[in-house]
Every structure is written in C-alpha cells, then in structure tokens.
C-alpha cells in the first residue's frame, strides 16, 4: 500500500489517502474531520492492512482518508488551525457564513482538498468517523438507511450499545453529510463512536462492519427485476 498526499493542512501537515482494490463499488472512507474526535484514527492502519487481503476488493475499490484535519488532531481542537469547523464549510444548501464555518463554503485547504478527492474518486457511499459522549451509533444523510443499519447490525454484535440514530437533533449548517447525502444523494455514514472508546472495541466493530457493508450486495444486485433496462 502506498498512502498518498492529497493535499496539505494550514499548518502544511500532510493529508493522506490509499486506495485499495479494483472492484466498480467505490467507498470513501474518512478517519477524521474534528480534531477532538480521534477515536476512529486508531483503526485506520489496521483497516487498511485487513482490506489489502479482503476478498470483496475484487468487487469494491475503497479509498481511506486518514485524517481530514490533522492539524485540530495535533492540538485536539474541533476546528482546524483557524478554527474553523471542518464539518461546517461544505456547499451544501443550508451552509451559513460564520466565524467557526467560514465567510463562504471551501475556505479551508483541508475541505478543498477532500472536497478534490471526492470528486476525483466518485464514491457512492462514504463513511466518516466521529465521536461523541452519547455514542456509539450511527447516524446517516441520504438515501443511507439500509447501510446504516448493517452497520449498527455488525457491530452489536460485539456491543450491545451500537444503534442507529437518524436524527442527531440539532442542525448540521454546511456539513458533509448534507452536501453529500442530501444535496447529491450520495449515501453517507456517520459513524459516532462513544468518546475515549476501548480501542480493542473501535477496530472489532470497524472491522465487522465494513466487512458487513462491502459483502453487502448492491440494492439493485439484490433486487435485479428493479433494475432499469
């Protein structure tokens, strides 16, 4: 595996990526976009290492991000080196300029580079770790409930605590999962692991997952009379 440099953060630390397999699937995998929420940080290594041998990739490509703001992870802040929510500054409908999401979408380096990615890779799902002290659970944008659920399946079967929650319920202004799963209908996953999550416990439920969703076949392989002719 070769981790490649796609971009640069504002304190010019490197913003990596692989991708692996050769499958016509493609999934975008991101370790971390707040800095103080590297929980799922720990478990990309060992994922990328358990997917090079994974049999799916000969039917999926993934691609992981590693860390979406290493900078706000150096100095474990939410934002980035300027503050500003990563999570925050995408184009999506509902962004609103503000001090901590930008005066317009895409004024980070850290969003314009995966912003780059994303549109260079085309997945057609994403999964993005996060955490938080309600956790563990998943919650999703778009058109993503069937994957949520296999998910939150998968890893409650190693901890009861792993649920789906649809609705955060607070808003989520220029986010990600709204530009992606709202705005372009890109099925996306939230992955909220509970804060200071057992790092045995975070790489058992990564690794049933993902295997769970990239055996998964697609809606329409499943269901091959609703596929358009």
Request: proline letters at 9%; glycine letters at 10%; aromatic letters at 6%.
């Amino acid at each position: 595996m070769i981790w490649s440099r796609f971009g640069v953060s504002v304190e010019g630390r490197p913003l990596e990526a692989v991708t692996i397999g050769t499958g016509l699937r493609r999934v975008l995998i991101i370790g971390g976009i707040h800095g103080d929420e590297t929980e799922g940080l720990a478990t990309i290594g060992p994922l990328a290492e358990h997917l090079a041998s994974s049999p799916a990739l000969r039917e999926v490509t993934v691609c992981i991000a590693r860390d979406a703001n290493p900078d706000g992870t150096a100095a474990q802040t939410r934002g980035n080196a300027r503050r500003v929510d990563l999570n925050r500054n995408w184009p999506a409908s509902n962004f609103a300029p503000g001090r901590s999401r930008g005066i317009q979408p895409l004024t980070e380096p850290e969003t314009t580079a995966l912003h780059e990615l994303i549109g260079s890779f085309t997945p057609e799902l994403v999964i993005v770790f996060h955490s938080t002290p309600s956790g563990p659970f998943v919650n999703y944008d778009g058109p993503a409930e069937r994957q949520a659920r296999a998910f939150a399946d998968a890893a409650a079967l190693a901890d009861q605590r792993w649920r789906v929650v649809p609705n955060v319920g607070y808003p989520t202004p220029g986010s990600l999962g709204t530009y992606m799963g709202v705005d372009l209908g890109v099925p996306i996953l939230t992955i909220e692991f509970a804060r200071k999550h057992a790092p045995d416990s975070a790489w058992d439920a990564v690794r049933a997952c993902v295997d769970a969703l990239l055996s998964a076949p697609r809606p329409e392989d499943a269901n091959p009379e609703t596929t358009p002719r």
